[in-house]
């Protein structure tokens, strides 16, 4: 069996405390689906308790600070965000993002002393407003050899434990260059090491049960992973 461990970037809505009173009249977004991923910690809990794996996530509004970006996007820093202080962004930086990347560094490095490569899954879900087409996406790197062949293998294993959703491979949901936490892991390992995979769902299916349950959704998706990984 592959070892894979999981993330949850976007997995909460939450501002500290220090900025609430700033960004009070923000609160309504921030708690909206541009401030976090609606149904991804869930889905996130569920793979990690089937796989026996801890789950490492993040605990703040992807609109304060983006902790899936690479320290270099901008986009990390929203319009929100930008109304902070410089220094209180450097702070948030060192609470957030370095501890996160230290955690999945350091699991990394415990999986391969004791395997030849692992599989590191960010889980994330998106509105269906902005892919009304789309039920399910894996985001992976072409020129990886092992680890695009382990997400077609997946796509396939889904499609047909879940055969009424759209699956595609590597839909658009950043802009052009944007670089994320898997890239900076990238370029630390080989291939053959490390596969990283963003799983991408709509969140329809958490909050509308629509075009399928949700828990039924999990089980077919845990079930396609199985197969791929076993």
Known sequence: MIPTIFSCEHATCAVPDAFKEVLSEDMELITSSEGWDLGALNL???????FRTPLMHCGISRLIIDCHLQESTPERWSAISM?????????LHERQVVPHLSALRQRISSELERHASLLHVSVHTFDPLRHPDLHVSLLYSEGRVGESSLALHWLQAMQERLPTLTIRGNQTFYPEQTKTILDTLRKERSSAQYQGIELQVSNQIFLEAQPMRWDAFKNGLIESLRTVIE
């Open 83 to 91: 109304k902070l202080t410089e220094a209180q962004r450097e702070k």
């Open 44 to 50: 996130a809990q569920a793979l990690a308790m089937k």
